[in-house]
């Protein structure tokens, strides 16, 4: 378990967390199950994919509401040109985005890096089409 407000690991069973005094649950900035730092409105972690609960806001798929990314988009970007990591900066994942065009950049010396790169795009693809990507904000994406 990870302090919603400073993002340390604590205990499970503690009240508060002893790095920085906040109550158990009661940040917004920091996820519960990963410690990976969100939006405070997102009701999902787009790190690790758990719902971060009802009491972080109103942003976010589980309550319906969506982003102004379009899915049609974002799926053909990542089926077509994904491997040089552009439905990944569409979506506003920068740092995934990055990785995936110099998998494809270094990797252009090994085949690996570019079957990887392009396995992986395939797969965030088929993961849109079916609805499952949000995009870096945790929001749904729009049909």
Do not use: R
Not at 16 to 25: P, S
Not at 50 to 58: A, D, E, I, P
Not at 78 to 92: H, R
Not at 131 to 140: N, V
């Amino acid at each position: 378990m990870y302090c919603t407000n400073c993002g340390k690991e604590m205990d499970g069973g503690a009240a508060i967390c002893l790095a920085c005094g906040y109550a158990k649950n009661t940040g917004k900035k920091y996820c519960e199950h990963c410690g990976a730092e969100h939006n405070p409105n997102a009701v999902v972690c787009v790190s690790c994919g758990c719902s971060l609960g009802g009491s972080q806001g109103s942003a976010g798929a589980a309550t319906g509401q969506v982003g102004d990314k379009a899915k049609t988009t974002a799926g053909l970007l990542y089926v077509l040109i994904g491997w040089l990591g552009i439905g990944d900066f569409y979506l506003g994942y920068t740092t995934k985005g990055i990785i995936k065009l110099a998998l494809t950049l270094i990797g252009g010396l090994l085949v690996v890096g570019i079957v990887a790169s392009i396995g992986w795009s395939i797969y965030d693809g088929v993961l849109t089409f079916q609805g499952k990507k949000l995009d870096a904000k945790g929001y749904a994406l729009k049909d």
